[in-house]
T-cell receptor, first 112, second 115 residues
Framework: GDSVTQMEGPVTLSEEAFLTINCTYT??????LFWYVQYPGEGLQLLLKATKADDKGSNKGFEATYRKETTSFHLEKGSVQVSDSAVYFCALVSGGYQKVTFGIGTKLQVIP | KAGVTQTPRYLIKTRGQQVTLSCSPI?????VSWYQQTPGQGLQFLFE???????NKGNFPGRFSGRQFSNSRSEMNVSTLELGDSALYLCASSLSRSSEGEKLFFGSGTQLSVL
């Protein structure tokens, strides 16, 4: 079946540091890929998405590129802020409309 | 535009009881899906409803069931509660116009504690 693998963390960074959260996947067909973010006490919010190979999703300074050859969708940001502290989920949809497979979630802590 | 509303926000039950959770999607959204979130397992897909029909189902026992009404509101029911059912239950809605997977809009969840 479909699966998404990401590190659980926590990842602790100083403000203005470079962020990479790795995400790899296994899926049948050609999945759409997503990054969601969950702030404390809230539901998840879509951060960015990519629907085909080599697409780059971007939002709020975050970027991720759909790499079919390495089955990866790593999340990057050049300079993190304290307000980016949250849990980040990599996810995919593969031929199943809204049946979304999520990774375990990576907790990010940014310290001033 | 109002967001996805889940009620109640918190719930405490004892083993063997049953529980019903409610979800009101964003106006115009016809797809509602449910997820169970736990620290060890992350987010696990329960089921998805579209126009009152269950379209997808995850790998949960039959104690977990749901339904969707004509106004797209959805309920999820868990019977014969077990300690392991303690979790945050998240509801998400979307327009679901294509099979590519569209943006999900999540509610804040119902935190269920089973004692």
């Amino acid at each position: 079946g479909d699966s998404v693998t990401q590190m659980e963390g926590p990842v602790t960074l100083s403000e203005e540091a470079f962020l990479t959260i790795n995400c790899t996947y296994t899926a049948t067909g050609y999945p759409s890929l997503f990054w969601y973010v969950q702030y404390p006490g809230e539901g998840l919010q879509l951060l960015l998405k990519a629907t085909k190979a080599d697409d780059k999703g971007s939002n709020k300074g975050f970027e991720a590129t759909y790499r079919k050859e390495t089955t990866s969708f790593h999340l990057e940001k050049g300079s993190v802020q304290v307000s980016d502290s949250a849990v980040y989920f990599c996810a995919l949809v593969s031929g199943g409309y809204q049946k979304v497979t999520f990774g375990i979630g990576t907790k990010l802590q940014v310290i001033p | 535009k109002a967001g996805v509303t889940q009620t109640p926000r918190y719930l405490i039950k004892t083993r063997g009881q049953q529980v019903t959770l409610s979800c009101s999607p964003i106006s115009g959204h016809r797809s509602v899906s449910w997820y169970q979130q736990t620290p060890g397992q992350g987010l696990q897909f329960l089921f998805e409803y579209f126009s009152e029909t269950q379209r997808n189902k995850g790998n949960f026992p039959g104690r977990f069931s749901g339904r969707q009404f004509s106004n797209s509101r959805s309920e999820m029911n868990v019977s014969t509660l077990e300690l392991g059912d303690s979790a945050l239950y998240l509801c998400a809605s979307s327009l679901s116009r294509s099979s590519e997977g569209e943006k999900l809009f999540f509610g804040s969840g119902t935190q269920l504690s089973v004692l």
